[in-house]
């Protein structure tokens, strides 16, 4: 077995003799496999085998998804353990669960809850039933843990926060699954604003049960009882009053209210965005090292997360640009993102980076980018990454102007005629990245995404295009592979589009690709 240094810095190990024909496997993004001679396959697969042994289950167990999930609220608000005016739901929950119901569809507001009710799932589902949850910050499939369940066995699989998870049409598959018909029962915590997002991506075809729940805000009392049991113990009764005045039921926001008046902060006067406002710099303050230079560049890098939704610390390009734009150095980002795992505030798995709370995260991008205009969403984000991270910026975008954020609306509006223009005047790999870049944002701006698929459908069928692959021979781009993406962005569009979808389903069906 030898090392190789290639100019790249990656390396690559070369097992076997000298013969002609090899077998690359990646085994990380900074070392390759060389497999030659006769054994080359056998090798292959005893090394793919042991990669997967190491893979880390994306299907977890109640006392993995709880010791997270607690762990994160007892950072940020704290964590009750007696769940409090939840009955009804639960009862109905149990209820759906006993009717063998394909998928239960939870959603209510951010921060009312919803992570809260699935902890107290081992309680509700029926007896002799498996209880998973799905861990959205791991792999890119789910597909190898489906096909280890248990076929004998009854199955409640969940997913939380389910519309920032890209993989639900696996779980869709696995609905209509021979083999596991009538045996999986999938629960799907979202907001409400994404319920019918999620039940698209989902993909459930005519006949299979869906139900939903809505998750309502809890009562004043409610709230009252909440402040009164650990870990927040407040006695005084005006300031409960004053925690489930500005709360308005929300629980996320009367814990953290309450955490602010054990630090000694004042809450009289100050409404939902200032609470998280105050918890977070009080937060940036303990974690700053000065006063307001280190304390910049701490909210400068939050900004940054939350309007790109993920940072792939393995992705150097992408780190030099953050870098660049919170104006910090390598010393100084691994500092940061240190203490801000530490605070809670940052939820590292891996070389990957998310903000915890997507209540906090929505707080920062929002209030920070489009209610104060504290940073400038244009030039801090697009321009900088749009480039980098297309995906990512035009769905939050999208998922902004959902909602109710109108200046966000408007940023997506521009981007999608630019790329309308880009589509036009492109070739094939033009068309097909962009029809990529639209995956997510294709369900929320139906009408805009279908002009741009009628553009290319109605359009001239153009030559094919060479793309290199790292690693690889050349990939042709065809018109065909073009249309393929097209197919899969009507699948989301019909949802609130659904004459005009259908109606360019039907010319694809019937498309006959030019023969040169």
């Known amino acids: ?37 006769t054994d080359a396959e056998v090798v292959r697969q005893i090394v793919q085998d042991t990669f997967k042994s190491f893979k880390p289950s994306v299907l977890v167990t109640h006392s993995e998804f709880s010791k997270s999930a607690v762990a994160a609220a007892e950072k940020l608000a704290g964590y009750w353990e007696v769940p409090l005016g939840r009955d009804e739901v639960f009862a109905q929950i149990k209820s759906f669960l006993a009717e063998s119901t394909d998928a239960i569809v939870l959603h209510g507001a951010g921060g009312i809850g919803k992570t809260r009710l699935l902890l107290e799932l081992p309680k509700l589902i029926p007896s002799g ?27 409640v699989i969940v997913v939380d ?13 696995v609905l209509v699954n021979p083999e596991l018909a009538g045996k999986v029962t999938l629960i799907l915590a979202t907001r409400s604003v994404f319920k019918d997002s999620v039940t698209s991506q989902l993909g459930l075809p005519a006949g299979y049960q869906r139900k939903e729940i809505e998750v309502e805000a809890l009562k004043n009392p409610d709230i009252d009882q909440l402040l009164q049991t650990p870990p927040y113990e407040i006695t005084d009764e005006d300031t409960r009053h004053t925690i489930v005045s500005l709360a308005k039921c929300e629980p996320l926001i009367a814990g953290i209210a309450a955490r602010l008046v054990q630090r000694g902060e004042s809450i009289i006067k100050i409404n939902r965005d200032d609470v998280l406002t105050s918890y977070l710099n009080d937060i940036i303050h303990d974690l700053a090292e000065s006063e307001y230079s280190d304390r910049n560049r701490y909210i400068n890098y939050l900004e940054v997360l939350a309007a790109l939704g993920t940072l792939d610390l393995n992705n150097q390009q992408l780190r030099e640009k953050v870098q660049l734009v919170v104006g910090i150095s390598q010393f100084d980002e691994d500092r940061i993102v240190e203490r801000l795992v530490k605070a809670g505030l940052v939820d590292r798995y891996w070389m990957t980076l998310k903000i915890t709370s997507e209540v906090l995260a929505d707080h920062i991008l929002i209030y920070h980018f489009f209610q104060t205009k504290q940073a400038d969403y244009e030039k801090k984000i697009i321009e900088p990454f749009l480039q980098l991270k297309p995906k990512q910026i035009l769905t939050t975008l999208a998922q902004a102007e959902v909602k109710g954020e109108r200046l966000a609306g408007l940023l997506l509006g521009q981007k999608l005629q630019e790329l309308h223009h880009l589509v036009n005047h492109g070739g094939n790999i033009a068309r097909l990245s962009v029809l990529e870049w639209l995956r997510d944002v294709d369900y929320f701006r139906s009408n805009d995404v279908l002009l741009i698929v ?54 694809l069906a019937g498309y006959r690709l030019d023969i040169a």
């Not at 949850?133 to 199955?155: F, M, P, W």
Request: charged letters at 25%; aromatic letters at 10%; proline letters at 2%.
């Open 129 to 155: 039933s498996s209880l998973r949850y799905v861990c959205t910050r791991r792999g890119e499939s789910i597909e190898d843990d489906l096909a280890l369940l248990e076929r004998n066995c009854r199955h």
């Open 1 to 37: 077995m030898t090392n190789i240094n290639r100019a790249s810095g990656e390396r690559a190990i070369v097992v076997g003799g000298d013969v002609t024909d090899a077998v690359f496997i990646t085994g990380d993004e900074n070392l390759v496999y060389i497999f030659r001679g």
């Open 161 to 173: 926060d389910a519309h920032r998870f890209k993989l639900l049409y696996q779980l869709g598959e």
């Open 454 to 507: 009628a553009d290319i459908v109605d359009g001239q069928e153009l030559p094919p295009e060479s793309y290199q692959l790292p690693w690889s021979n050349l990939l042709e781009i065809k018109h065909e592979r073009v249309l393929r993406e097209a197919v899969d962005i009507l699948r989301h569009t019909y949802w609130n589009s659904l004459n005009y979808s259908i109606d360019y389903l039907h010319k």
